[in-house]
């Protein structure tokens, strides 16, 4: 009969007078433990070798290496060795899935100056406002490891690599080409859990100061709160305060609607292309291209618009107040005659444009004044000017041609404006009430200034004829 191959032991852990064979926990490695002396007999090697293959152990042995490192052992008089004799094949590790975010849109940290060091709890290092179309994060995808074998010959499974987690929500796309995600709008990143948005409505459930720091969004802005003093904020879309606007910068290329009221200090500056509407409006500096509202009150403010201005149904006092279309209020001024200048008519851009035009206007005159009496020198002495000479009187020549061009397209660009300033001799200022002393009203280059209490209703206009403002007890509207 013949002989049966006598079963494998499988064993972790071989031990004898000369040796002991220990297999780590991960099964990837044998190690032997001996005097480093014995391994120069060649019997002591082959029971290594047998008890191995006893062991089950299909790894073949580093016999080689095991060598070098007794002899090593030997020179250094260690007493016993521990060497990896026999291994496996590790498994590859995966490489994970991750996401690679495009901007810096959740930080809450706060801004800290590089030159002083000092925290400044106004501006968040955030930035989560982004703009339609713009890449938010790319995902890198996961890549699988590659199984290993262990001492015994059994496969090691390599670990299955982490996948990301983000869904996308109803402003975000996929984007194919750059494997990532896109917003389908202007807005602020938002990520609850794994989903992943862009809110084009941003709505604040408090106050804007400490706890949120300066805002900007891209889209419509909703504030439950007030804007506190110091603060910024600026937004592509409406901003709506359902509280109180405080001494700060805010700044939107829409309509901003204060529930309350603006208490703002007039070093403060309130952008609001759209136009403004608020309860009332207190030592504030407002610039619009769009109309100016309050219901209460305008006091103690500097007020520009290229619309009108509404408080009809309240009163201006204080400061003053320019608007292009016209201006409407109940009470003008105030019993103590405290000055008030309301101004319609005046287009403040383009009175800006045409009065920095001018002034450009008159710093290249004056440099073509040095220009002139250089080149014309130049020029009567031509025969006998030097190379070099000539180059300069070249370049002055160019340069007074780039002056006079300049110039002209200046004036071609101001005789246009004035044109357009001219339209301003159309509006009107409506008092329906009353007028106190001290109140100013301009129209166009026309000023009445008033030294009497006047009761309304009052329209004061441009009289073409006399140049000068008229006061009529006729209302007219204003035209839009």
């Known amino acids: 009969m013949a ?210 720091g300066n805002i900007k969004h891209n889209g419509q802005l909703i504030i439950q709160g007030d804007i506190e003093s110091g603060f910024k904020v600026e937004a592509t879309g409406d901003i709506e305060v359902r509280g109180l606007v405080y001494p700060a910068e805010v700044i939107c290329d829409g309509k901003l609607v204060v529930r309350e009221g603006i208490n703002e200090n007039t070093s403060k500056l309130i952008k609001a292309k759209g136009g403004v509407v608020a309860n009332y409006i207190l030592n504030a500096s407002i610039e619009s291209d769009g109309p100016v509202a309050a219901k209460k009150e305008i006091f103690q403010s500097e007020i520009k618009t290229r619309d009108m201005v509404n408080c009809r149904d309240g009163r201006i006092a204080g400061g003053e107040v320019m608007a292009m279309k016209g201006i409407m209020v109940g009470e003008a001024g105030s019993k103590a005659n405290v000055e008030t200048t309301l101004i319609a008519g005046v287009d403040y851009q383009l009175h800006g444009k045409f009065k920095s035009n001018n002034e450009e206007m008159a710093k290249i005159k004056e440099y073509l004044k040095k220009l002139n009496p250089a080149a014309k020198k130049l020029k009567g002495n031509l025969r006998l000017l030097t190379d070099a000479q000539r180059e300069i009187m070249t370049q002055i020549t160019f340069k007074i041609a780039e002056c006079e061009e300049q110039l002209e397209i200046l004036e071609n660009e101001n005789k246009k404006l004035v044109e357009e300033i001219h339209k301003g001799k159309g509006a009107i200022i409506v008092i329906y009430n009353m007028i106190y002393p001290g109140v100013a009203l301009r129209i166009y280059d026309a000023q009445h200034d008033t030294r009497e209490i006047l009761m309304g209703p009052i329209t004061a206009l441009y009289d073409k004829i006399t140049s000068k403002i008229a006061l009529t007890s006729e209302l007219r509207d204003i035209k839009e």
């Open 3 to 212: 002989d049966m191959e006598s079963p494998v032991k499988n064993e972790t852990q071989v031990e004898n007078s000369s040796f002991r064979l220990t297999v780590t926990e991960d099964k990837l490695t044998v190690m032997l433990h001996c005097c480093p002396g014995h391994l120069n007999d060649n019997q002591f090697i082959s029971n290594i070798q047998q008890e191995l293959e006893k062991m089950g152990i299909k790894a073949q042995p580093d016999l080689q290496s095991l060598k070098l490192a007794a002899e090593k052992a030997a020179k250094e008089g260690q007493e016993g060795i521990e060497f990896p004799v026999a291994a496996g094949v590790s498994p590859q590790r995966p490489q994970d899935g991750k996401i690679e975010w495009l901007g810096d849109f959740f930080s809450e940290s706060y801004y800290i100056d590089p030159e002083t060091h000092l925290i400044d709890f106004h501006q968040k290092t955030g930035i989560p406002a982004v703009e339609k179309d713009q890449l938010l994060v790319k995902i890198i995808s996961p890549k699988e490891g590659q199984d290993g074998v262990d001492v015994f010959g059994k496969p090691c499974k390599a670990e299955k690599p982490k996948t990301t987690k983000i869904r996308p929500g109803s402003n975000v796309f996929w984007d194919d080409k750059e494997n990532g995600f896109r917003a389908k709008c202007s807005g602020r990143v938002k990520l609850v859990g794994e989903l992943l948005d862009v809110e084009n409505i941003y709505r604040i459930n408090g106050n804007v100061g400490a706890d949120t």
